[in-house]
């Protein structure tokens, strides 16, 4: 365990601006390369990968649901998950670690004043990152919190602690999620090196080592007033705030299904010996190997064409932000969530059932999708997605609006 503090006022080029849905696609693609290289590194000797991150937020990717109006592209939700799971192809914690930065982009618009949209958006547009202090133990659910957010003369000041702080490691923005004395969410933001704020590298999952979701301490940390956003509010009117974080946990799980699917391929294809009753002299031609791999390819196409439609119901949600249309957006969300989660789960356990023994050695390092895969899919679970859509369909009960969906 070690205590990790990057400044926010480090010196650094501004990032680049992306102009266009397929130059976003392109730079994503180019990055994933360069990720993919050492991702099976990074997650067997817990490498953290600042540097990747960095070139990350110096490509633009971080800034492309900025608003048009305050400059930026305002990309396409679908395109927002497709480049999430390029991303998450290459190395599913580095997929993941955005997910928080974008949540706070989506919370910003919707409930953000302008003097705090124009400010903050500008500091993304920059190639600032934000990182999340949210989830907590020790509560009574994964929706209640400790963490309390108290008036201090122009101020706030803040006190609590918190678990799977993800992104906090390679931010420079920790946005702290906390009740103030009325019970209402807030969401503040506040500079990495502000006194107070102890980040702690102590994530150990099996699964997605490197998305340093370790714990924040905050001992009496000073807010000022303009950079405190009534987050409640938010789940107080229809929005899109869980959506768009939803779609984009959709896009990782879909990178990672991709990622095992390619390993499988690959796998079977050079070293993968037939099975001795087959009367085959490759595995790649047993039959019962290859419907396999055309299941996997099939419902892998199914959650792509899924997340794609959704991210457009979510587009059309934003535009004209109606009961009936959130509805829809919350509803596609959590159908492209549940297969996602489904296949990402299917396709690492079909690479090991197809690529056989040798694919189990440690050097090789092929678990970490089947890791990468169940830790991923723990985020908001499926039973409940499905639980919101029959409910809807079958009693008419509205889906309950709160981050999760």
């Known amino acids: 365990m070690n205590t990790v503090l990057r400044q926010a006022d480090q010196i650094r080029p501004v990032a680049a601006r992306i102009g266009s849905d397929e130059e976003a696609i392109a730079t ?12 099976a590194e990074r997650d067997a000797d817990r490498i953290l990968p600042f540097a990747e991150l960095d070139l990350l937020a110096q490509s633009g990717l971080l800034a492309i649901t900025v608003p048009s109006q305050y400059g930026g592209l305002d990309v396409s939700n679908a395109v927002l998950a497709e480049i999430t799971a390029i991303l998450a192809e290459a190395d599913g914690s580095i997929g ?19 003097e705090q949209q124009r400010y903050f958006f500008g500091r993304v547009l920059a190639g600032d990152r934000f990182g999340n202090a949210l989830s907590e133990r020790g509560t009574k659910t994964v929706g209640h919190y400790n963490t309390r957010i108290t008036r201090d003369g122009p101020g706030y000041r803040i006190n609590g602690r918190k678990f799977y702080s993800t992104g906090v490691l390679f931010a420079d923005w920790v946005t702290i999620f906390a009740l103030d004395p009325e019970d209402r969410l807030t969401m503040a933001f506040v500079p990495k090196g502000t006194e107070g704020i102890e980040i702690v590298d102590d994530w150990d999952g099996f699964g997605q080592r490197t ?3 370790g714990t924040t301490i905050l001992d009496n940390v000073y807010v000022s007033a303009d950079s405190v956003v009534f987050h409640h509010k938010g789940f107080e009117r229809p929005t899109t705030i869980g959506s768009v974080g939803q779609i984009i946990h959709a896009g990782v799980d879909l990178g990672i299904a991709r990622a095992a699917f390619a390993e499988t391929l690959e796998f ?3 070293k993968s010996r037939p099975w001795m009753d087959s009367g085959l002299d490759r595995a790649s031609d047993d039959p019962l190997t290859i419907a396999k791999v055309g299941q996997i390819a099939i419902r892998l196409e199914a959650a792509t064409a899924l997340v794609e439609r959704a991210g457009h119901k979510v587009d059309a949600a934003q535009v004209e932000t109606t009961d009936e249309k959130v509805i829809a957006a919350t509803l596609a969300v959590a159908a492209a969530k549940v297969l996602t989660t489904e296949v990402a789960i299917e396709a690492a356990n079909t690479l090991f059932e197809l690529a056989g023994t040798s694919s189990v050695q440690v050097g090789l390092n092929l678990d970490r999708h089947w890791r990468n ?3 991923h899919t723990l985020h908001d679970p499926v039973r409940w997605k499905y639980h919101v859509v029959g409910n809807y369909h079958l009693n008419g009960v509205t889906p309950p609006k709160n981050g999760a969906l």
């Open 28 to 39: 994503a693609r180019r990055l994933a390369a360069q990720f993919a290289a050492r991702a």
């Open 96 to 114: 993941q670690i955005p997910q928080n930065h974008f949540y706070i982009l989506e919370a910003l618009r919707t409930d953000g004043s302008e």
């Open 373 to 375: 895969a169940r830790t």
């Open 268 to 270: 079977v294809r050079t």
């Open 211 to 213: 998305t340093g979701s």
